[in-house]
């Protein structure tokens, strides 16, 4: 198999509504905070991880194709584009051939949340929660969530390898990833992304480039 081209695709994620990807408690000085979010120790702010945003896209792309599972799906091809471990010994393993970034907090959106200065810690919202006993109709377990609030925009990128044996299975290949990498955006922008989803958390928007396709002779013959 070899390396025909790298595909960039780099954008951005607009919170629609407050998000909250959960970070330990333990992790970082949360000032009492019940569901802190996590973020980057260098400079404190919010970030989305990757594994996060994977995650999600191949989950939904699982339900929309009627799969439990496809971690052990090698032939699919969304074990072609997340990977897949081989389900015996006579079947090949397939390692992921999407990269997805860190999205950090976007330079410009950081600096107009603290300007606007209605967050209550720094760049996120503290919005309280209650478990509802339906019963007694009495609200209980009062819990206050960490969210970074709606507007802010995030920069994203994601990197598909493709890799073949000839240029035909190259190119069907780069249709296929591309097809499906697409298709799983859609499903998270109509989704929800983080925790508490059913509650209003997490709606995004997704801005993306075009593509840009470096080969892998670009990558040999480049000069540094």
Avoid: C, W
């Avoid at 595909?7 to 509504?17: C, D, N």
């Avoid at 997805?100 to 330079?107: F, M």
């Avoid at 478990?131 to 970074?148: H, L, Y």
Wanted: hydrophobic letters at 35%; a neutral charge.
């Amino acid at each position: 198999m070899k390396l025909y081209k790298k595909i960039s695709i780099a954008g951005k994620i607009e919170l629609l509504t407050g998000i909250h990807i959960g970070d330990s408690k333990d992790s970082i000085d949360i000032g009492g905070v019940d569901s802190p979010v996590v973020r980057r120790k260098d400079d404190n702010r919010p970030y989305i991880p990757g594994s996060s945003l994977k995650g999600k896209m191949r989950s939904l792309l699982d339900i929309a194709y009627g799969k439990t599972d496809t971690t052990k799906s090698p032939e699919h091809p969304i074990g072609k584009l997340f990977g897949a471990l081989a389900p015996d010994k006579n079947i090949s393993g397939n390692p992921s051939r999407l990269i997805v970034r860190d999205a950090n907090l976007n330079k410009e959106s950081a600096n107009e949340i603290q300007a606007k200065g209605f967050t209550d810690m720094p760049y996120t919202e503290i919005k309280f929660e209650n478990t509802i006993d339906r019963i007694q109709g009495k609200a209980s377990n009062p819990r206050q969530f960490e969210r970074v609030p709606a507007g802010a925009i995030f920069d994203v990128g994601f990197v598909i390898n493709v890799v073949a044996e000839t240029d035909t299975e190259a190119a069907e290949a780069e249709k296929e990833l591309l097809d499906l990498f697409y298709a799983g955006i859609r499903l998270l922008e109509d989704d929800y992304l983080g925790g508490s989803g059913s509650r209003g958390y997490g709606q995004v928007k997704f801005t993306l480039n075009d593509p840009v396709h470096k080969t892998a002779e670009q990558y040999l013959h480049a000069t540094v």
